[in-house]
């Protein structure tokens, strides 16, 4: 099965944030560095089942997983999702070395 990737206007909020204060440090690579986040989260996709669960799914009563992106440190985000209804809905973007998400931030 092939499912919708929607990105919660929470998780756009998310992206713009890191992509701005990418663009303040690193202009030359920020943009390519969105394109290829964007493109790992479309891969979301197809098995969006083959990311783990997430620690925030403790914390809530719907399935929430995480797909990371990155390679070291902090530079390792975090997308947060739920698996609904034919889509895959981003919740949440963060850093991976940040403390788990709560309810607030799922939802914002």
């Known amino acids: 099965m092939t499912y919708r990737v929607v990105l919660t206007a929470n998780a756009k909020g998310d992206l713009r944030t890191y992509?701005?204060?990418?663009?303040?440090?690193?202009p030359v690579t920020a943009l390519r560095w969105l394109s290829r986040f964007e493109a790992?989260?479309?891969?979301?996709?197809v098995n969006p089942q083959r990311c783990s669960l997430a620690?925030?799914?403790?914390?809530v009563d719907e399935e929430i997983r995480h797909f990371?992106?990155?390679?070291r440190g902090t530079s390792v985000f975090r997308a947060l999702f739920m698996i609904a209804e034919g889509e895959v809905?981003?919740?949440?973007?963060?850093?991976?070395?940040m403390d788990t998400a709560t309810r607030d931030e799922l939802y914002g």
Not at 40 to 45: G, I, N, R, S, V
Not at 68 to 71: C, S, Y
């Open 89 to 97: 809905r981003v919740l949440h973007i963060r850093r991976a070395v």
């Open 55 to 59: 620690p925030e799914n403790d914390s």
């Open 68 to 71: 990371l992106f990155g390679k």
């Open 40 to 45: 790992a989260l479309a891969t979301l996709a």
């Open 19 to 26: 992509y701005r204060h990418a663009a303040e440090h690193v």
